[in-house]
């Protein structure tokens, strides 16, 4: 019998996973964010034309530029 323990030789990954598990979940919510700030940033010119009235009406007509 060995006298590694259960995990043997590998016991020193046992603190790797915990510390990629804590970055993945720090970098999940920046890349949400990163995402969240592109959409936005790209979306300026229409939301300055038409607002964000968008999202609360059902009229779309491009002719008269109203986009609901």
């Known amino acids: 019998m060995s006298a590694r323990g259960p995990r043997g030789a590998s016991s020193g990954g046992g603190r790797l996973f915990p510390l990629l598990t804590g970055l993945v979940a720090v970098l999940v919510p920046c890349l949400v964010a990163g ?7 790209e979306s300026l010119l229409s939301i300055r034309e038409f607002g964000l009235d968008f999202w609360r009406t059902s009229v779309w007509d491009p002719v008269a530029g109203q986009f609901g």
């Open 35 to 41: 995402i969240a700030v592109t959409l936005w940033r």
